[in-house]
C-alpha cells in the first residue's frame, strides 16, 4: 500500500518521507489555509478531535484516509492531541506557493510534546509547564526542570530515592530518560511512568553535556550558574537542551540562566505532607476548592500566581529572607492607600514572561508585543511610588527594577497602540517608520486620486481632452486615446490593443504604478511581517532585563496579596526565631473560617511550645471535635509564616521549622500493593527518618489500620522514640484515641497531655472546638455514631458493651500498661476469651456496616 501511495503523488511522497522521520508522531501536513493528517494518522486524529474521516482517491492506490482542520483553529486542536497522549509533528510550507518549482517544500517546525506544549488554551496561567530530565547513577541522580513558555530553567542532584519529593515540587508533564534506563524498582516509577518519554540520543556524559550548555548561554564554564560541579545535574541539563533543540526543533533562545535547586535555607516538604495539609489539592474533591492556594492566591498576575505556588512549595529557613518579606509586606500594610494604587495597576499587567516565550517561538501576536510595552512602561510609576514613601523596604524594592525605556520606546514608536491581534490584519506599523511602507497605504487610500491625477496630467502635457486612464483584470492598467489623437502619442507610449475607434497604451509610470497598486496589500503585509520580525529580534536581545523586571513584577504582586490578605482578614505580622518554639495566640484555620457560613464563628485556639519544655504535646478528644483541623491549622501557620505571609492569629512567636511533617488520616495505595496500615508505617518511618530537632511533626492518629493492642503498642513506642532520640527531638503534636497514652505524661518529662473540650448534655454532646490542657477522658465515639445516624438497636448494644469494658477496667488493679521502660503489658492473661475480644471493639475505627456485621457475629459466637 506504502508503495503505490508513493508512487501515486507527488504530496504522498512528500508526506511518507518526512512521516518516515517522524514515526512516533502524528504529522500535521500543511496544506494551504489547513492541517492535513493522512493514513493512520487521520484515523487517531478523527476519534480524537471529533471531526470527520474522509477518503480521497489517490491515482493507482486505494482511497488514502484524510482528516483536516482550518490552520488557525491550531490552538484549539493541538492541546488535545497532545493531552490525548500523542507526539505531534509541526509541517509547515516553507516556501512560497508562487516561487515554489514544482511541489511546495515542506519541514517539520516543531514537534510538541506534552512537556513543551505552549499554547494558550493548553496553559494554566498560574502555574508552570515543566518538561524534566533524569541522568542517575547509582545511589544519586541529576535532574533539570524547564518551563519552555517562561524560559525557568532548574538544575539539581539528589538521591534517586528523594526524586518523588522533587516531581512533587515541579509536576513536570513530561520526564525524559534515556532509552536504557531502568527504574522499575524506584520509589517514584509508578507514579511519574505515564509521564516518561524515551530518547535515544541520550547525551550522558559530561563534557558532551557542558559544551551544549555554555555554547547555548555563551560562557566559558557554569561556575557562575552555582552548578559547575552537579556531574549529574548537568548531564541531565545538558541532555534536555539538546532534546529539546534537535529531537523537538524548538527554540531555547529566551533561556538565559540556570538556576539550581538547593536544599539549604528551605524547608523540607514532603510528598504525604502537601498532600494532608491540602495546599494545592482537596482530599475530597481533588480540585482547588477548600485548598490553602485558593485562600491565598489573590494575585494580579499570573506571574504572581505562579512565584506563590513556588514559595509554597519551597518555604524559607533563612530568619533575614524572612524578615525582609515580612517587613516589606508590613510597609504595605502600613502604606493603604499606595497599596491600592499599585493593585490597580497590577490588575491591568500583562504575564510578560509568557509573552517573551512566545516572542522566542515565534508565535506571539502584535497586540500581546505591545501589552508587553504598555507592563514594563508601568516600571518608573512604580519606582517612582516606592521611593517616595520613605520606608527602607519599598525603597529597596523599587531598586529591583531596571529602567525599561530603551524597549518600551522602541515597541510604543514601532507598533500602532490599537493594533490588531493578528497580523495578517494589517495596520500594525506606526505611520513614519517605513518610507515604502507608508507610500504602498497611501496608494491603497488614495488609488483613485492618484489615477486621476496622472489622468489629467496626461490631458493636459499632451493636448488630449478626451484621454482616458482605466482598468480591466485582463490587461490591468491602460491609457485609451481615439485615433484621431494618435499623433500625439510620443514613442514612450506601447501599444497594448486596439479597438474600433481607439487604441490602448501602457506606459512604464503607469506599469510601475500598476505594480504597486496590484501588489500592495501583498507587500504591507511582508513589509510589517519583517517590521515585526525585526521587532521581536530586538526583544529577545533584551531578555535578561525583561525577565528581570518580570521577576521584580511577580514579587511586587505578592508582597501586595499578602498585605491585602492581612488587611482583608485580620492577619498579624509574626515573630520568626532559630528558638525552639511555637507560640500562636488565637490562631486559625485559613481555609476553615473562611468557608463557614456568615453566620457561624471560627472558635480560635492557643498553643504555648518550647521543645525543653514541653516537646510533645498529647491531643485527645472525641471525633469530629477539631483535633485534625486544629492540627492542620498549625502546619498551615508554620507554611504561611515561612513564606512571608501573615498569619490569622492574635500573635504569633513561630521557631523556624526546617521540615514539617504529617501523619493525618487514611488511604491506601492499591495499586502499588500497599493496604492502608503499610501506607501509614510508610509515613511514620519517613517521619523518624527524617526529622530533626529543628522539624515539626504533625501526627493525627498512628496505628489505628491494625488491631486495637498492636497500633496501641506502636503509638506509645513512637511517641517514646521522638522523645528520648537525641538529634530527634522534634516539636510533636500527637492526636489520639488511645487514652492509654496519657500516662506516658508521668515518664516522660518533655510529654504535656491536652484535650479538645467537649460538653455532655444528658446523652448528647456540644463540640466547644477549644484546646484545653490535661488529658481527655473518653472519646464519645458511640454519641458520635448516633449523630451520623446509625440504628438505635446498635446504638444501645454499643453502650452495653462499652460499660461492661470500663466496669472491667475499674475492676483490674494494674491498670498502667507500663512494667518497665524497655516491656509494656496490655491485658491481665487470666481474663476470660470473650472480655478479650469485646476489649477489641473499636468503633471509632469501623464503618457502620463493619460494626453492625461484628456485632452480629459476637451476638451469634457468645449468644449475647
Known amino acids: 500500500m506504502a508503495k503505490d501511495i508513493e508512487s501515486s503523488t507527488p504530496v504522498m511522497k512528500q508526506f511518507l518521507e518526512i512521516k518516515d522521520k517522524y514515526e512516533d ?7 494551504g489555509d489547513f492541517y492535513e493528517t493522512f493514513l493512520d494518522d487521520a484515523i487517531i486524529t478523527s476519534k480524537i478531535l471529533g471531526i470527520v474521516l474522509t477518503k480521497r482517491a489517490n491515482g493507482k492506490a486505494a482511497h488514502v484516509d484524510l482528516a483536516g482542520f482550518p490552520h488557525h483553529a491550531l490552538d484549539n486542536y493541538l492541546p488535545k492531541l497532545v493531552k490525548a497522549g500523542h507526539r505531534v509533528a509541526i509541517c509547515e510550507q516553507v516556501e512560497d506557493p508562487k516561487l515554489a518549482k514544482g511541489i511546495v517544500k515542506r519541514e517539520v517546525v516543531e514537534v510538541v510534546t506534552p512537556g513543551t506544549l505552549t499554547g494558550d488554551q493548553a496553559l494554566n496561567d498560574r502555574s508552570n509547564r515543566f518538561i524534566g530530565a533524569i541522568c542517575s547513577s547509582k545511589q544519586n541522580s541529576g535532574f533539570s526542570f524547564l518551563d519552555s513558555s517562561t524560559g525557568e530553567f532548574y538544575i539539581g542532584e539528589c538521591s534517586t530515592d528523594t526524586l518523588n519529593n522533587l516531581f512533587l515540587k515541579f509536576r513536570p508533564h513530561e520526564i525524559i530518560v534515556s532509552e536504557k534506563a531502568t527504574y522499575s524498582s524506584s520509589k517514584w516509577y509508578m507514579e511519574f511512568q505515564p509521564f516518561m518519554s524515551r530518547v535515544a540520543n541520550w547525551m550522558f556524559d559530561y563534557d558532551t553535556s557542558h559544551r551544549i550548555l555554555t555554547k547555548h548561554f555563551d560562557v566559558k564554564n557554569l561556575k557562575g ?7 549529574l545535574g548537568v548531564c541531565a541539563s545538558g541532555a534536555l537542551v539538546n532534546h529539546i533543540k534537535s529531537d523537538l526543533s524548538s527554540s531555547l533562545d529566551h533561556v538565559s540562566k540556570l538556576t539550581p535547586v538547593v536544599k539549604d535555607g528551605i524547608m523540607g516538604l514532603d510528598a504525604f505532607t502537601v498532600k494532608n495539609l491540602e495546599i494545592f489539592q482537596s482530599l475530597i474533591s481533588q480540585g482547588i476548592h477548600g485548598t490553602l492556594i485558593e485562600c491565598l492566591d489573590i494575585t494580579q498576575t499570573p506571574s504572581g500566581g505562579r512565584l506563590l505556588r513556588q514559595w509554597l512549595i519551597n518555604p524559607s529557613t533563612d530568619l533575614k529572607n524572612i524578615e525582609l518579606r515580612h517587613n516589606t509586606v508590613e510597609a504595605f500594610f502600613q502604606e493603604k492607600q499606595l497599596l491600592k494604587l499599585i493593585v490597580k495597576s497590577l490588575s491591568n499587567s500583562s504575564d510578560i514572561q509568557r509573552i517573551l516565550g512566545k516572542v522566542n517561538q515565534g508565535k506571539s501576536s502584535p497586540r500581546e508585543v505591545f501589552s508587553l ?18 520606608n527602607e523596604y519599598l525603597s529597596e524594592l523599587s531598586k529591583s527594577f ?6 518600551v520606546d522602541k515597541i510604543t514608536n514601532t507598533i500602532n497602540e490599537n493594533t490588531p491581534s493578528n497580523l495578517v490584519q494589517g495596520n500594525i506599523i506606526k505611520e513614519g517608520v517605513s518610507a515604502e511602507l507608508d507610500e504602498l497605504r497611501i496608494l491603497l487610500k488614495n488609488g483613485k486620486d492618484w489615477v486621476r491625477k496622472f489622468q489629467d496630467e496626461l490631458r493636459k502635457d499632451l493636448d488630449i481632452p478626451k484621454l482616458k486612464v482605466g482598468f480591466n483584470k485582463v490587461f490591468g492598467y491602460f491609457i485609451e486615446v481615439t485615433k484621431t489623437h494618435q499623433s500625439k502619442i510620443p514613442d514612450k507610449f506601447i501599444r497594448k490593443q486596439t479597438l474600433v475607434n481607439s487604441e490602448r497604451y501602457i506606459t512604464n509610470d503607469l506599469k510601475i504604478y500598476e505594480e504597486k497598486i496590484l501588489n500592495a496589500e501583498e507587500k504591507i503585509l511582508e513589509i510589517e511581517s519583517n517590521l515585526f520580525l525585526e521587532l521581536c529580534k530586538f526583544i529577545l536581545s533584551e531578555k535578561i532585563m525583561i525577565q528581570i523586571n518580570a521577576s521584580a513584577i511577580s514579587k511586587l504582586d505578592l508582597f501586595t496579596s499578602f498585605a491585602t490578605l492581612a488587611i482583608k482578614n485580620n492577619y498579624v505580622k509574626p515573630i520568626l526565631t532559630y528558638d525552639k518554639i511555637l507560640k500562636i495566640k488565637e490562631g486559625r484555620h485559613p481555609v476553615v473560617e473562611r468557608l463557614l457560613p456568615s453566620t457561624e464563628k471560627f472558635i480560635p485556639n492557643d498553643i504555648i511550645m518550647e521543645a525543653e519544655i514541653n516537646q510533645i504535646h498529647l491531643l485527645t478528644g472525641p471525633n469530629m471535635a477539631g483535633k485534625s483541623t486544629y492540627l492542620r491549622q498549625l502546619g498551615l501557620l508554620v507554611i504561611m509564616a515561612q513564606i512571608g505571609c501573615f498569619v490569622p492569629a492574635k500573635s504569633a512567636t513561630i521557631g523556624i521549622v526546617d521540615k514539617l511533617f504529617t501523619r493525618v488520616g487514611a488511604s491506601d495505595n492499591l495499586a502499588g500493593g500497599e493496604s492502608t496500615f503499610l501506607v501509614e508505617m510508610n509515613e511514620a518511618s519517613n517521619i523518624l527518618n527524617n526529622a530533626t530537632d529543628n522539624s515539626l511533626i504533625l501526627l493525627d492518629e498512628v ?6 493492642y498492636d497500633g496501641l503498642s506502636l503509638a506509645w513506642a513512637i511517641t517514646e522514640y521522638i522523645h528520648n532520640t537525641k538529634g530527634l527531638r522534634a516539636r510533636t503534636i500527637f492526636a489520639t484515641h488511645y487514652h492509654e497514652l496519657t500516662t506516658l505524661e508521668s515518664s516522660l518529662d518533655r510529654l504535656e497531655n491536652h484535650h479538645v473540650e467537649v460538653k455532655e448534655f444528658e446523652d448528647s454532646i456540644i463540640f466547644m472546638r477549644t484546646i484545653e490542657k490535661g488529658p481527655g477522658d473518653k472519646s464519645y465515639g458511640i454519641q458520635v455514631a448516633k449523630m451520623a445516624g446509625l440504628p438505635k438497636i446498635i446504638i444501645q448494644r454499643a453502650s452495653q458493651i462499652l460499660a461492661h469494658h470500663l466496669n472491667d477496667n475499674l475492676n483490674e488493679k494494674n491498670t498502667n500498661p507500663i512494667e518497665s521502660h524497655d516491656q509494656l503489658t496490655f491485658f491481665n492473661n487470666q481474663e476470660s476469651k470473650i472480655i478479650k475480644k469485646l476489649k477489641k471493639i473499636d468503633l471509632n475505627s469501623m464503618t457502620p456496616i463493619e460494626a453492625i456485621k461484628y456485632l452480629d457475629e459476637l451476638k451469634k459466637e457468645y449468644n449475647l
Not at 225 to 231: A, D, K, P
Not at 376 to 389: A, D, M, R, V, Y
Open 25 to 31: 508522531s502524528i504529522v500535521l501536513f500543511r496544506m
Open 225 to 231: 550558574f552555582g552548578c559547575g560541579s552537579m556531574t
Open 373 to 390: 510595552a504598555d507592563t514594563l512602561g508601568k516600571i518608573p510609576e512604580w519606582q517612582t511610588k516606592l521611593s517616595k514613601t520613605k
Open 402 to 407: 531596571i529602567q525599561p525605556k530603551k524597549i
Open 703 to 708: 496505628g489505628r489500620g491494625t488491631s486495637t
